[in-house]
């Protein structure tokens, strides 16, 4: 085997993870061998020969490289379904504005969906209007969770407590305003548990 061009060895790795991380997928031999100045099957053996010196993953169709390897490019259509109330509680818009992709790095995998804040009842926890909260789809929470929560037929996000005592539901605010008090329930339906903020650049 003819002797290996370190310098061209380092091109195809790093023109990999610029592909890679542009495009969400490996770069075809033919445009490795495009962007290197080599013929196709020039660029096939020093493929095959750097996946054998450990130096890439290599299939014979896919490229892996060591960053390569760290990118997830999974995204899930999330959709944003209207507002949810900070304050008095209020009837969720349910129509779908708009779906954004959430990457599945950061926010995770399993069905949500986006609900846009309006009032102060929450400001203390770090929601304020005009932000958006990302909100796992669930009926079940444990002390503490941030909820969307329906009552009477009514939706508000609050923090959730557990008065095993009374036994009730007791959705609390975490506000500066004096105004908003706790609210105990017999019964909750919880919608969903808020996993992300998204703060608005207003």
């Known amino acids: 085997m003819r002797k290996k061009s370190p310098e061209i060895m380092e091109r195809i790795i790093t ?3 610029e592909y890679y ?11 490795i061998a495009d962007e290197v100045g080599v013929a196709r099957g020039t660029a096939y053996t ?10 890439i993953g290599y299939d014979g169709k896919n490229i892996t490289t ?18 949810v109330v900070c304050g ?10 708009e779906y954004v992709d959430l990457p599945e790095a950061i926010f995770g995998s399993g069905e949500r969906y986006i609900l846009e ?7 203390l926890a770090g929601i304020v209007e005009g932000d958006y909260v990302v909100v796992r789809k ?43 008090k706790p609210k105990a329930y ?14 608005s650049v207003c």
Not at 46 to 55: E, H, N, P, V
Not at 88 to 97: A, C, F, G, K, R
Not at 117 to 123: H, L, R, V
């Open 15 to 17: 023109f990999a993870d």
């Open 21 to 31: 991380r542009d495009c969400g997928r490996s770069p075809s031999t033919t445009e």
């Open 46 to 55: 020093y493929l095959t020969a750097m996946r054998d010196r450990g130096m």
């Open 66 to 83: 060591l960053n390569s390897s760290k990118i997830n490019h999974r995204n899930n259509s999330t959709p944003i379904v209207g507002r």
């Open 88 to 97: 008095d509680p209020t009837e969720e818009e349910s129509n779908v504005s």
């Open 117 to 123: 804040a309006y009032g102060d009842s929450m400001n």
């Open 138 to 180: 669930q009926q079940t929470a444990i002390e503490g969770d941030l909820v969307v929560a329906l009552t009477d037929n009514e939706n508000n996000l609050k923090r959730i407590h557990f008065d095993d005592e009374r036994h009730v539901i007791v959705l609390c605010p975490e506000s500066s305003n004096p105004r908003h």
């Open 186 to 199: 017999k019964e909750v339906h919880i919608q969903g548990v808020v996993t992300h903020i998204i703060k």
